[in-house]
């Protein structure tokens, strides 16, 4: 019903930018807080930072002040600036997006198949 498609992962040396897309379509009736997670092999996944609707924001203490995250309603996106990247950044990046279904309007989680950040020299 809703898709997320995440864009923008790769290789980068440490210290250097990545910036990653997602793009929510489907039946949404209405696009609620949207998020980036990372899992790290042999972690759990955990939330990189996130933002409502509203444009308020959260992040995880290990990347404030080096990512930034922001959306377009309009078109639907979400995007995580990834600045002064760490080798333990490297991980997969996952969105997230709280939806009130069209179809139901039922509020349900989505999520992205996921992009591969490695960081490393």
């Known amino acids: 019903q809703v898709q997320l498609v995440e864009s923008g992962g790769g290789l980068v040396q440490p210290g250097g930018s990545l910036r990653l897309s997602c793009a929510a379509s489907g039946s949404i009736f209405r696009l609620n807080a949207m998020g980036w997670y990372r899992q790290a092999p042999g972690k759990q996944r955990e939330l990189v930072a996130s933002i409502t609707s509203a444009g308020s924001t959260n992040y995880a203490d290990s990347v404030k002040d080096r990512f930034t995250i922001s959306r377009d309603n309009a078109k639907k996106t979400v995007h995580l600036q990834m600045n002064s990247l760490k080798p333990e950044d490297t991980a997969v990046y996952y969105c997230?997006?709280?939806?009130?279904?069209?179809?139901?309007?039922?509020?349900?989680?989505?999520w992205g198949q996921g992009t591969q950040v490695t960081v490393s020299s």
């Open positions: 997230s997006a709280n939806v009130r279904v069209s179809t139901s309007l039922r509020i349900m989680d989505y």
